[in-house]
């Protein structure tokens, strides 16, 4: 008879059978795909927007944003790519080659003819990027008494979140923007204090409370006041409409306009021969004046042609 295993020896785990080893090299076929997304993503405007030590390595030459080629490869991401394709880092001139390759069909970004630098086909524009970030923060209050002053507004809506200002423009005397610190802090507002009063006395009327962007999109509806929207939104640029023949009216103009571009307002006075055109986006207004001048002959009103000036 076989002596029965020892109590010792029963505690001893039985051996794990070996597993094969699977190959963690990439398929040479993805690697270039994997090199151009890496590259596309750390270049992109939405990291760049909040990335701010690569933001603090984008140089600029003329028109052309670039950073060091280097750099690129020192980042984790791109070195684990090349480490799956079985590149050694000393291999740097190999890794730039791979690089040029990778991104020769890339829409975004491209390697520079000495392979030194990697370069933005279109100019990142920070200042756009935080102010659009900025508008995600604010919510629009309507609604409230003409005597509630900026510190009571503050007040109300301060247990949101952090609020960075509070902005009551005098001929807009019941409307108010605030912006928070963060965008949870603002859709937090809405959810609080929609459809509430400022306070239980004299100030019992309900407010109406709206993230900024939902309130802009209810007014390119048609559903909120234009007078309030320059107000607020503070147009970037300004054009003047010329030779309007005196018997126009503001929908006529529009109509015309939109055969270009929406404008975001129209300011018009019956009777007069021009209006002003306001647009919350710099680049849609100059996209506007070329194309208007380039389609001038036949965007005609009662038989005249239209000027249009930057003011």
């Known amino acids: 008879m076989s002596a029965e295993p020892s109590a010792k020896e029963s505690l001893v785990p039985a051996k794990k059978r070996s597993r094969p080893q699977t190959n963690l090299l990439l398929d040479p076929a993805d690697t270039l795909p994997a090199l151009r997304a890496q590259v596309e993503f750390y270049l992109g405007d939405s990291n760049l927007c909040q990335d701010e030590y690569l933001l603090s390595h984008l140089r600029r030459t003329a028109d052309v944003q670039w950073v060091n080629s280097d750099l690129i490869l020192e980042f984790r991401r791109v070195r684990r790519v090349f480490r799956k394709a079985g590149i050694d880092p000393s ?18 970004v491209r390697v520079s003819e000495d392979l030194t630098r990697i370069e933005r086909k279109s100019r990142f524009r920070h200042r756009q990027h935080k102010l659009s970030a900025a508008k995600k923060r604010k919510v629009v209050v309507e609604g409230f008494p003409e005597d509630v002053t900026q510190e009571m507004l503050g007040s109300r809506f301060a247990p949101a979140g952090t609020i960075l200002s509070v902005k ?92 270009v571009r929406k404008p975001d307002e129209v300011r018009y006075e019956r009777g007069k021969t021009q209006a002003e055109l306001c647009f919350l986006d710099k680049e849609a207004a100059e996209f506007f004046v070329r194309e208007f001048r380039a389609r001038r002959d036949v965007l005609t009103l009662g038989g005249r042609q239209i000027d249009i000036e930057e003011i």
């Open 91 to 108: 291999q740097r001139d190999l890794m730039l080659e791979m690089l040029r390759k990778a991104l020769a069909d890339s829409s975004l």
């Open 168 to 259: 009551k423009k005098g001929d807009l005397g019941t409307t108010a923007v605030i912006e928070y610190k963060q965008k949870r802090m603002a859709e937090e507002a809405v959810l609080r204090f929609d459809a509430t009063p400022l306070d239980a006395g004299e100030h019992s009327q309900k407010m109406k409370v709206s993230l900024l962007s939902r309130w802009r999109s209810e007014l390119a509806a048609g559903k909120k006041s234009m007078k309030t929207a320059v107000t607020w939104t503070n147009p970037a640029k300004v054009l003047m409409m010329r030779n309007l023949p005196p018997h126009t009216t503001e929908t006529t103009i529009r109509i015309l306009a939109a055969n």
